[in-house]
Structures are given as C-alpha cells and as structure tokens.
C-alpha cells in the first residue's frame, strides 16, 4: 500500500520560507515522478510543481522563481521549498506520486497522479 506523508506546513510572515517534506513509502520511489498541488480556501486544487523521475523540474509560472522542488531517493522523500512567500500562497498543499514509472515529461496534471497526500496547511499573513 503506498502511502505519502506531509509535513512542513504551518504560519509564516509575508516573504518568509517554508520547506515542505513528503515520505514515500510502499513503492520504488525512484521511477515515479512526484509532484505538489495546493487547494486555496474556497478554490479548485491547482498544479505547483513537478520532478520526474530524471530529476528534470517543472514549476507552475506563478511560482517560478520563488518555489523549487527536489528529491533525494535515498530517503524517499520529495521537497518544495517555498521563498518569498505571499498571501495568496495560503493553502493546503498536497504531495502526489505518479501513475506511470520512467515518465520523463511534466506531469502537470492531478490526473496523472495515482496516490495523494492527507495535505499540509500553509498560512502566510501579510
């Protein structure tokens, strides 16, 4: 059984930093691709960020520049780090593995996506 676990959410000051971590466990972690999503209060869920499973990065436009996603296979584990943090990146944020292994495009899509996270809130005051 594959299960994702969050952790790194919390409240931060406007133009504060955020590192989320996501563990991977019940599955070849390495093949997949991983990505981030976050659901703003009362919106739909939207891509943040991608990696697959060649270590190539995808970060939504809205984010370039401020957020970046990492992986380190040895633990499992995929990262967002979150700079320059704004208001509007109030959120919970949502880990995701991929459905297919050695995908070496941008999955951007949740439906490309087989398992989730619980989610991880984050609040940024201004």
């Known amino acids: 059984q594959v299960q994702l676990v969050e952790s790194g959410g919390g409240l931060v000051q406007s133009g504060g930093s955020l590192r989320l971590t996501c563990v991977v466990s019940?599955?070849?972690?390495?093949?997949?691709?991983m990505g981030w999503f976050r659901q703003p209060p009362g919106k739909v869920r939207e891509f943040v960020a991608t990696?697959?499973?060649?270590?190539?990065?995808y970060v939504a436009d809205s984010m370039k520049g401020r957020f970046t996603i990492s992986r380190d296979n040895t633990k499992n584990t995929v990262y967002l780090q979150m700079n320059s943090l704004k208001p509007e990146d109030t959120a919970v944020y949502y880990c995701?593995?991929?459905?297919?292994?050695?995908?070496?495009?941008?999955?951007?899509?949740?439906?490309?996506?087989?398992?989730w996270g619980q989610g991880t809130q984050v609040t940024v005051s201004s």
């Open positions: 995701a593995a991929g459905r297919r292994p050695y995908d070496s495009g941008f999955a951007n899509g949740s439906d490309q996506y087989a398992t």
């Open positions: 019940g599955r070849t972690f390495s093949i997949y691709a």
């Open positions: 990696i697959n499973w060649g270590h190539n990065t």
